[in-house]
């Protein structure tokens, strides 16, 4: 089994649902992103608007000022992949700029009338998530018939729309969107059958790190970092079904059990 790339989180904003406000300035945030690279990060994902169920929209302006400056900081310490999670084209310009080579977008170049085009432009690697509504009214009572396969289907139309505008196949990734317009049921159900989303031909991003799925199997679970070790099993779940990248708080410890998985899988050979 081919080990997954591991995305560290690190959030420069006041109201995410993990770890709002905790990096308040460039200083710890950089700090931060570089203490996640020595545990293993081969990815970094820098955001500066949360997209938590019932958050409030960010202007671009105030979103450029939060994270660029971290990723001229990290880029000037570091050499790796840096990731832009924004919706805003306008953010993705002023990233790309200041040396992010990824943009992770939850509305899967949907958000902005220019979207598209500006992915094209940049060049750069794109994730397009799937997000049933938007972070504001996403969880009032999602609903599918299928959620897999609708799901797929929604995610390699945003591909075929990508590639239509001119973004190349091999830089395009597909990401589920675990918690964003889904219940427990369906993001278990996704993780279940992750290989369906695989089986795309495009490289599949999983991110489920602290989220609410973990509560609903353990009640007792109501502070997101108490949530390791359901964080954890979904990876090595996620990994076992062929994801590419897993989008991570806990570097270290998902490192380790990666690390713990392939071992038992080579001796098993």
């Given at each position: 089994m081919r080990r997954p790339q591991v995305m560290g989180i690190v959030n420069v904003t006041p109201d995410s649902f993990s770890d709002g406000g905790r990096l308040a300035s460039v200083e710890?945030?950089?700090?931060?992103?570089?203490?996640?690279?020595?545990?293993?990060?081969?990815i970094l994902d820098i955001g500066g608007e949360?997209?938590?169920p019932g958050a409030e929209p960010v202007d671009?302006?105030?979103?450029?000022?939060?994270?660029?400056?971290?990723?001229?900081?990290?880029?000037?310490?570091?050499?790796?992949?840096i990731s832009?999670?924004?919706?805003?084209?306008?953010?993705?310009?002023?990233a790309v700029?200041?040396?992010?080579?990824?943009?992770?977008?939850?509305?899967?170049?949907?958000?902005?009338?220019?979207?598209l085009a500006t992915?094209?432009?940049?060049?750069?690697?794109?994730?397009?998530?799937?997000?049933?509504?938007?972070?504001?009214?996403?969880?009032?009572?999602?609903?599918?018939?299928?959620?897999?396969?609708?799901v797929a289907g929604w995610l390699t139309a945003r591909a075929g729309a990508a590639m239509a505008a001119g973004v190349k196949r091999e830089r395009i990734w597909l990401d589920p969107g675990l918690g964003f317009g889904k219940t427990a049921a369906h993001n278990l159900a996704l993780t279940a059958r992750l290989d369906?989303?695989?089986a795309t031909g495009f490289p599949v991003l999983y991110g489920a790190s602290r989220k609410r799925v973990i509560q609903s199997i353990d009640p007792t679970a109501t502070d997101p970092v108490d949530r390791l070790g359901g964080s954890l099993a979904l990876a090595l779940e996620?990994?076992?079904?062929?994801?590419?990248?897993?989008?991570?708080h806990d570097v270290r410890e998902t490192v380790q059990a990666l690390a713990v998985q392939a071992a038992v899988e080579h001796a098993d050979r």
């Open positions: 710890a945030a950089v700090a931060h992103g570089l203490r996640l690279v020595e545990q293993g990060a081969d949360s997209t938590r671009a302006v105030e979103e450029i000022a939060r994270v660029v400056p971290v990723i001229e900081g990290l880029r000037a310490r570091w050499p790796g992949p832009i999670d924004t919706m805003k084209p306008a953010v993705a310009r002023a700029a200041a040396g992010a080579t990824m943009w992770n977008d939850v509305a899967a170049l949907g958000h902005a009338a220019d979207s992915a094209a432009e940049l060049g750069c690697d794109v994730v397009l998530m799937h997000m049933q509504g938007e972070p504001r009214t996403m969880q009032a009572d999602p609903r599918y018939d299928d959620v897999v396969a609708e369906r989303l695989v996620a990994a076992r079904r062929g994801a590419a990248i897993l989008r991570v």
